[in-house]
């Protein structure tokens, strides 16, 4: 049984080879990827070489990016964890959205389906985030979902031929248990990829 988690509205799986197209369509805006050391997508041929990655990936124990399935609508973009230190218990989630779906109830509900990812499933202790300084909407989203800013690491994201700082943010794992975002309703399907249990 593949792996996957259940939200109220949403469904999160690891992306498949046949999610091409509606990932090409959701980063083909430039206004998507502005933010991104990637994109836009100009051809098919870019989201099949992700899945593909993908997969290797997560059976390296890598990272475990999944496709944000809106019920109702379809795809909506990504969400993942990355930068996993197994040894102290941390991670960092990034999380992209097609355009239609920004202002919506996805970044809340995704963002407690990967807290209850790393926290609940993979033992985390610390989840993290970045964001642009010049991107507020990002920057909102964190916030508004209870990531705390604290600080800003300088010149830390290679954009093309320049060095951009990002904010860092951070959530802990008694943080979260008492937030609203735990309270969120969610379940999961088979169990994450073996590689990302290590030490439970």
């Not at 809340?108 to 499933?121: D, N, Q, V």
Request: hydrophobic share 35%; glycine share 10%.
């Amino acid at each position: 049984m593949g792996f996957s988690l259940i939200g109220p509205s949403l469904t999160l799986r690891p992306p498949q080879p046949g999610d091409a197209e509606a990932l090409l369509a959701l980063a083909s805006d430039p206004e998507v990827t502005r933010w991104f050391s990637w994109g836009p997508y100009t051809d098919i041929e870019q989201p099949r070489e992700y899945i593909e990655r993908c997969a290797w990936q997560r059976e390296r124990g890598e990272q475990l990016d999944l496709l944000i399935i809106d019920r109702e609508k379809g795809p909506a973009g990504i969400t993942g964890l990355s930068e996993l230190s197994y040894r102290d218990r941390r991670c960092i989630v990034g999380t992209w959205l097609g355009a239609d779906f920004w202002g919506t109830q996805v970044n809340r509900e995704s963002k407690a389906m990967i807290a209850y990812l790393g926290f609940e499933l993979l033992g985390m202790n610390r989840i993290g985030s970045y964001s642009n300084p010049e991107n507020e909407r990002s920057t909102s989203a964190l916030e508004a979902v209870g990531y705390a800013r604290e600080g800003v690491l300088h010149q830390w994201h290679r954009h093309g031929e320049r060095y951009l700082d990002v904010n860092l943010f951070g959530m802990l794992r008694d943080d979260w248990r008492a937030s609203e975002q735990a309270g969120i309703e969610i379940s999961s399907e088979g169990t994450p990829p073996s590689a990302f249990l290590q030490g439970l």
